[in-house]
């Protein structure tokens, strides 16, 4: 490394950065090759530059740590950039090239990078969110909570999501207020659950809505535990299901997202993936909103909710 950096000084040209065969052995396994990405200091591919073909977990170690300004990808992989060293912080996935970055996010604040087929089990960011339907335009990947998505640029953009580990908390506005809905698996579409293009902050399991801290938490709205289960090795049934003491109406918002949406609402509120089976009872009083997270009128409410993983 040490040799190749010298001489790409002496030369004026940008350094050649290679991986070891060992690490590319380790991570590339059967995977298709990410070709390489390359770094440029300035916008329209100029300045100082550096060549990658495999990670790079700090950015320091190169002399090139928050300094990228435009980017260029060879063989049509997918890279991952992240505003931390080691994949931390905030991240997104990259395709072609992306000749001035001044107004993006990322601009001069990226320490990390590596190819997506590098990332391993478990490796990748916990969500990523597309800009279009079935995980196509623009995206962002997500490790930990976004109280506000304007800071990555992506506030109400986008219209389809991958969950790959943890569940998941989309919320309309900043600060997980407004109405919010939990994922646990990839939604190819999120007009289903009335959040396409808007969607303004993502929480985490144990943060965010619920979290301690969050909305859900002391003092916060977020709407509390569901009551009223018996569980089972992979599922809870739910005779006659309440949240704070209420009943739940058999629809999210209002009269909106009725029967089975509610039902799946109720089951990822409680940590599932979704209900099988659910029926609905006849209501004169107040029950709890899942969309709206409060009690008003409802003319149905939910019983015999059986939720699974």
Known sequence: MTRFATLAAALGAAATLLAPAAEAQRWGGGDRDPGAIY??????FQGRSIRLDGEAPDLRRLNFNDMISSFRIEG?????????????GNCQIVTGQNPDMNRWSFNDQISSIRPVNAQGPGGRAGITLWSEPNYQGRSVSIGEDVTNLSRLNFNDQARSVQVHR???????????RGRCETFTQNVSDLQRFSLSRNVSSVGSEGRGPGGPGGPGGPGGGWGGRVDGGTQGAASTFYARPTISGQR???CVSSSRNCGQAAADQLCRDARYSRAVHFIAERSSGQAWHLGDRRASPAREVLADVLCVR
Not at 39 to 44: I, K, P, R, V
Not at 76 to 85: F, K, T, V
């Open 39 to 44: 770094l440029y200091e300035l916008a329209n």
């Open 76 to 88: 049509g992989g997918e890279w991952e950039l992240c505003w931390d060293a080691n994949y931390r």
């Open 166 to 176: 943890g569940s998941w908390t989309l919320c309309e506005h900043a600060d997980y």
């Open 248 to 250: 739940v109406s058999s």
